[in-house]
């Protein structure tokens, strides 16, 4: 597709000129979405339209919510927060009997802008009741595909790095993907427990000459390294499915039945940029408890904040059929299959500068 006008702040998204620039991918925009419909509907799965405003926005610690206020009618204010995701939500629904739901959902992120990221994003979230996490990488390939061929490309693009859709994908672990591209055995970072060792992965990243500060934590360093070093690797060519993530980065995931260290969480790369993050989803509530506290404590040790835990949610898990889930970034894809350079390119009306 040619370069399209970009908004500024001297020529907003509604000028006329602007908005013309803009308005096939807005159309390509529109046609997947009603195709990816279409492809839920021939398999029985239930469009949800899960609410926005809760109890908490999400309990990851590098997350960051909306915070609002519901006055009541007594005149009464309690803090409530817009969602980061609709997991919660979907989550209670598995609870309540749904077996196959997805969701076109607006969310909210704060502290998030840039050329792939946009403060409120259209988030594609489906989740398939009884079935293993393998079967949404598949689900997420052909979404990749139909992206492709709706918007009437061969490949997707990001930049100068493409990605062909339709060439088998790649499926990799974390650990295959640190040893490949940073020389790093990440196993070896952790105890038998998935328990992170921080000064292991701390003198690994000194022995190659990795970039550390002196108070990061293991979480940090992993980080680190995934941008830097893996990252830009991935999705070059093929996609990418990066599966097997270390426990400590999975909150929300079962643990693997053959390797306790490394839990059911997978995220699918294409031209470089994560596109989705799918779990086979944790249903004990105990355990989850344990992680969003954990991941609470980090939040106030790094951001001196912390949001609640949806209490609800929980009492959900004991509930919840065991179950396998995925978080898709609908503007993301379209930005691939349409070759736009930045998100607000692909957003009908995009947030105000």
Known sequence: MSPMPHATTDTPWWKPEV??????????????????????????FLEVDPV????SPGNEAHLHGFATEAIGNEGQGRRMYLHT?????????????????????HVWRNRERGPLHSP?????????????YSVLMQDTVEFLRLAAETAGSAELRFRDRFCDPFAPPERLSVAEAFQRYAGIDLLATLDPDGTPRAPVLGAAMDSLGLRRAADDTWSDMLSRVL???????LGLGRITILD???????ALARRTPDDPRVAERFEVYACGVELANGFGELTNPEEQRRRFQAEMDEK??????????????????HHMPAASGIA??????????????RIDDVIWTPVAR
Do not use: C
Request: glycine fraction near 6%; charge should be negative.
């Open 120 to 132: 409120e994003f259209t988030m594609l979230e489906w989740y398939r009741a009884g079935e293993e």
């Open 227 to 233: 941008v830097e070093k893996v990252e830009p690797h």
């Open 300 to 317: 106030e040790r790094v951001y001196g904040e912390r949001y609640p835990i949806d209490e609800d949610f929980l009492e959900a898990l």
């Open 19 to 44: 908005h013309e620039g803009r308005r096939a991918a807005l159309l390509a925009r529109n046609r997947i979405q009603a195709g990816l419909r279409g492809w839920f509907a021939a398999r029985d």
């Open 328 to 341: 898709l970034g609908f503007d993301r894809l379209v930005m691939l299959a349409t070759h736009a350079p």
């Open 52 to 55: 926005a405003l809760q109890v």
């Open 85 to 105: 995701s609709p997991e919660f939500a979907m989550k209670k629904l598995l609870a309540a009997g749904e077996r196959r739901i997805a969701s076109f959902a």
């Open 244 to 250: 097997r993530y270390p426990a400590a980065e999975a």
